[in-house]
Every structure is written in C-alpha cells, then in structure tokens.
C-alpha cells in the first residue's frame, strides 16, 4: 500500500463470495487482506482463500494506481492555486501610513434654519415623511400649510402651547390632514 496512506476500500459485493466460504477460512482470509494493505507480503497456503485473495489484491492494485494518480493531480492543483495566490499577493501594491488617505469617507450636510427655536423640531422633509409612513393618503398641501404654521407660531399649536413630541402631534392631526377644509381642527 501506499506510505503513509491509512485506509482502503473493501467493496460491498464481496460478501456474496465469503459467504460462500467456511467461517475459519473467511477469517483467513480477512487476515490476509490487511496484512497485505501494511505491506507484510502474506503467504497464502490455502488454494480456497488463495483463489478468493487474488482478485480482491489485484482491485486493490487499481485503487491504489487511482489513488497515486489522484494525489499527484491534487498536488498541481495545490501548486497552481499557490502561485495563483502569489501572484495576487505580488501585484497588490504595498502601503504605508504615508500613502494611505486621509480624506474623510463619510459626507456630512448640514442645513441650517433661522427658525429653529429647538434641537426637535424636524425639517419638513421628515415631517412629510414619517407623516406618509403612518398614512398614505394624506393631503401633502394640508400637511404642508400646517407644518409652516406651527413653525410660524414658534412651533405652537392653535393654543398657544408649546408642541413638545411633534410626532405625537402628526399622529392626532393625521385623521383631519386628508382634506383641506378640515385643517383648522387641528
């Protein structure tokens, strides 16, 4: 057998030939199967396991010529992938902390609103926004005109109060924003 390969294969139909053997002679016959896969050269005295050895041995020679024929193709194969990853390796261009860039990846806008009183009001474009994600038919006009007028009144509502969680606020105004008659309700 081959150096340091660990196993073999035993085909499944050579039981219908053993079977037809007497047990001392089946156990022989096993015995001379793996002392010649480790390579102790068995001497066959028996003409019944000897018959029965000698096909088995020659389809281990096959798989033992497969397996050589194999191990080599997966060495190239090894090989190439290995100087195919070298290769990579090699046109990658090396760097240091002097050529790297330095220049920011992330964009930063800002905009800025004269009329902002706080950090919470949003800007009308996420007001219309998280408006049109909890209701899809509302007026965007009516929408439109009462987010300039809570913006106008210093973002107070119709009675003089302050509008704390402009959320909360579309949230209850939203069953009056699909119609622009109905606005003054809010």
């Known amino acids: 057998m081959a150096k340091d390969k660990k196993s073999f294969v035993l085909y499944a ?13 089946a156990g022989k016959l096993l015995l001379t199967i793996l002392e010649y896969v480790n390579d102790e050269n068995p001497k066959v005295d028996d003409m019944v396991v000897d018959l029965v050895f000698e096909p088995i041995k020659q389809q281990l020679k096959r798989d033992l010529i497969k397996f050589e024929q194999k191990r080599v193709q997966w060495s190239e194969a090894g090989k190439r992938s290995a100087e195919v990853r070298k290769a990579k390796k090699d046109e990658r261009p090396l760097t240091n902390v002097d050529s790297r860039s330095t220049d920011s990846t992330v964009n930063v806008n800002v905009s800025v609103n004269d009329n902002v009183i706080n950090n919470n009001i949003p800007a009308f474009e996420d007001f219309k926004m998280y408006a049109w994600s909890k209701k899809k038919d509302v007026n965007m006009e009516a929408l439109k005109f009462k987010y300039e007028s809570w913006v106008e009144n210093g973002w107070k509502d119709g009675n003089d109060k302050p509008i704390k969680n402009w959320k909360t606020k579309i949230l209850n105004s939203l069953p009056y924003l699909k119609e622009r008659k109905q606005i003054n309700r809010i």
Do not use: A, G, Y
Not at 16 to 21: F, I, S
């Open 13 to 25: 139909d050579l039981i219908h030939t053993v079977r037809k053997m007497p047990e001392d002679k």
